[in-house]
Each structure stands twice: as structure tokens, then as C-alpha cells.
């Protein structure tokens, strides 16, 4: 694991050589830093906290690296942001429940599919489509997993 952290640590630095203009989507908000460690007290609390064991690969990254910072796009979060449902508006009484088994154990994206058109019926497809990014964007959809980036 050591070697995998030494390579991501190496990584960065030629992400920051490169992209010194920070001109690569994303890295204007992370410019490559990873913020500070989180120690081992935190982790267990958060564990203890959301009935969970957090990866020993992913606890060893947060404790040795950092605790979010540079990453894909936007950055990965810091452990505190990784319960939150929606991270684009971070709402602490908006959770997810990472103890609660994940629902999906195929490849899952609902496609919206009225049983009428638009032309057809305009109030009955709405009430569908409301019907169907109700269940589609509900958060029982994703209990079970822990946020670690954006996308």
C-alpha cells in the first residue's frame, strides 16, 4: 500500500509541474494539495458514529495522505462530506445511512418510460415523470455507500 501512497504523492507533484496554470477542470479548487491527515481517533468515531468499517485502504489513504483535496474534477471530499446525499448542496441533515445494505448488486440507471405521450396527455406524463424522479432520486438509492468524490 505504501508504494500505491509513494505513487499517488509522485503523481501530484508532476499534476502540479504540468498544470502549473491550473488550466485542467477541477484544479482550481483542489490545485493539487491534498488537505491535512485525519487521525485514526476521528476515523473510529466516524465509524462508531454511522455503525460502519470504513476499507483499511481507504482509512490508511485518509491518514497518511489527506483528507480530500486533489482528485478527480472538483477533488475528493473530506471525510466528513462522505455521508452527505448531495454534495453539490451539502446539507448536514440531508445523509446518507452507509450502515443500511446497498441496494443495487447489477449495473442500476432508471430510464424514464411514460405509458403516454406528451402530446397524448401532458398532466399524466408529468405526474409520471414526477412519480418517476421521486423513486429515482430518493435516498434509499444509494444508502449504503459513502461519498468520496463528485464523480
Partial sequence: MNNQLDNIKEKLEKLRQLDMN??????ETHKYIL???VSIDTIKQFEVKHEITLPHEYVTFLTTLGNGGAGPFYGLEPLENAVLDDLDYKHKDS???PSKPF???DAWNMEFEPTVSE???QEENDRQYEEFTNLYFDREQINGVIAICKY
Fill in 35 to 37: 488537505n491535512p491527515i
Fill in 103 to 105: 441496494p443495487h448488486s
Fill in 119 to 121: 402530446d397524448e396527455n
Fill in 95 to 97: 445523509l446518507l445511512n
Fill in 22 to 27: 491550473l488550466e485542467v477542470f477541477g484544479s
